[in-house]
């Protein structure tokens, strides 16, 4: 298992699906799970879910929410130079940080 180069509050592009519904649309990531190597992208894989109320008060119903997406299948958008890219490390002043591969601009 490697380490995830997306984390919690970047934009990503989604770059796999049907053209009709994800593929080129971007959003920015609600949660990382390093274990499962997937990612949920804010507004994006839209599913329903069959929910039964659990309490008194509670809905239910179909609800609309986000799925999970392979890491694999969604690139970082660099916040400088605004077109997707790969992520690189460099050491600057003894701390770790990702760079982009395209301009060479410090992400985080």
Sequence with gaps: ??????????????????????????????????????VIVEGRNIVS???KPRKAGDP???VKAESAIYACKVAL???KCGKQTRVGYTVED???????????????
């Design 1 to 38: 298992m490697s380490k995830m180069k997306i984390k919690t509050g970047d934009t990503v592009m989604i770059l796999t699906g049907d053209k009709k519904t994800d593929r080129g649309q971007t959003g920015k990531v609600l949660q990382v799970s390093p274990e499962e190597n997937k």
């Design 77 to 79: 958008v660099c916040p």
């Design 60 to 62: 239910s119903g179909i």
């Design 49 to 51: 879910k069959h929910v």
């Design 94 to 108: 003894g701390k770790k940080v990702r760079i982009c591969k395209k301009c060479k601009k410090v992400i985080d």
